[in-house]
């Protein structure tokens, strides 16, 4: 079946520092890749997604690049700030609507 | 656009009982899908229902069941509750059609269930 794997955290940074959150995962065909964003007390906020092999999903200075030789979408960002503090989900779906999430990783930024 | 509302955003219930959780998509949406959140288990997929029928199921047991109505909102209930049906539910809805489309999905708050 499919899954979808992400570091485990938590991730403690300083602002301004560089972010990086790997994922990979495994699926039949030719998923489409998203990542998510769980702030305290909240549902799901879509923060990117990319669905075809070598798309770039970015926002919010977040960008990921679907690479499909070695089954990644690792999340990044330049330059986090306290607001990126937050949990960050990597999910695919294929073939359906049925997202697989990842574990989440847990991002806590310190000013 | 309005998002995605679920109502209640919280619920406390006791084992036994029986819940139900309401969604309304995105203006335009038809599909609709459910998720539990635990801290255990994480995120994991309940059922997703198109155009009022039921087109991919989860591996939950039977006590969960939903519907969708012909204005694409959506209901899921819980019949005899468990100490472990606590959990953060999450409504999501999507543009796909009956054949492809954008099956990009868009998250509710969620209703915390608590089960004491």
């Known amino acids: 079946g499919n899954s979808v794997t992400q570091m485990e955290g938590p991730v403690t940074l300083s602002e301004e520092a560089f972010l990086t959150i790997n994922c990979t995962y495994t699926?039949?065909?030719?998923?489409?890749l998203f990542w998510y964003v769980q702030y305290p007390g909240e549902g799901l906020q879509l923060l990117l997604k990319a669905t075809k092999a070598d798309d770039k999903g970015s926002n919010k200075g977040f960008e990921a690049t679907y690479r499909k030789e070695t089954t990644s979408f690792h999340l990044e960002k330049g330059s986090v700030q306290v607001s990126d503090s937050a949990v960050y989900f990597c999910a695919l779906t294929a073939a359906g609507n049925k997202l697989t999430f990842g574990g989440g990783t847990r991002v806590l930024v310190k000013p | 656009k309005a998002g995605v509302t679920q109502t209640p955003r919280y619920l406390i219930k006791t084992r036994g009982q029986q819940v139900t959780l309401s969604c309304s998509p995105i203006?335009?949406?038809?599909?609709v899908s459910w998720y539990q959140q635990t801290p255990g288990q994480g995120l994991q997929f309940l059922f997703e229902?198109?155009?009022?029928?039921?087109?991919n199921k989860g591996n939950f047991p039977g006590r969960f069941s939903g519907r969708q109505f012909s204005n694409s909102r959506s209901e899921m209930n819980v019949s005899t509750l468990e100490l472990g049906d606590s959990a953060l539910y999450l409504c999501a809805s999507s543009l796909r059609a009956l054949a492809g489309g954008d099956y990009t999905q868009y998250f509710g708050p969620g209703t915390r269930l608590t089960v004491l």
């Open positions: 203006s335009g949406h038809r599909s």
């Open positions: 699926a039949t065909g030719y998923p489409s």
């Open positions: 229902y198109f155009s009022e029928t039921q087109r």
